[in-house]
């Protein structure tokens, strides 16, 4: 069953990343600050739990895949 999933999981990540190619740096910017906001928001509650682990890890994951995917970064 966890295979399946993993599988899964697995295809619609790829599914959803080749959608990426043809984005505008901005689009791919704005895509990044999203992706992040609901991994952070994911993580935040499995680790601290709550509506503020929830919140927090959104705000720090939005934050973080923001800075990842600006195009002007050094």
Do not use: F, H, W
Request: proline fraction near 4%.
């Amino acid at each position: 069953m966890n295979l399946k999933l993993v599988a899964v999981l697995a295809a619609a990540s790829m599914m959803g990343l080749s959608g990426c190619a043809n984005m505008t740096p901005s689009e791919r910017q704005t895509a990044g600050t999203i992706g992040g906001a609901a991994g952070g928001a994911l993580i935040g509650d499995a680790v601290i739990g709550g509506p503020l682990g929830t919140l927090g890890g959104a705000a720090a994951g939005g934050y973080l895949g923001n800075r990842a995917t600006d195009p002007y970064r050094r």
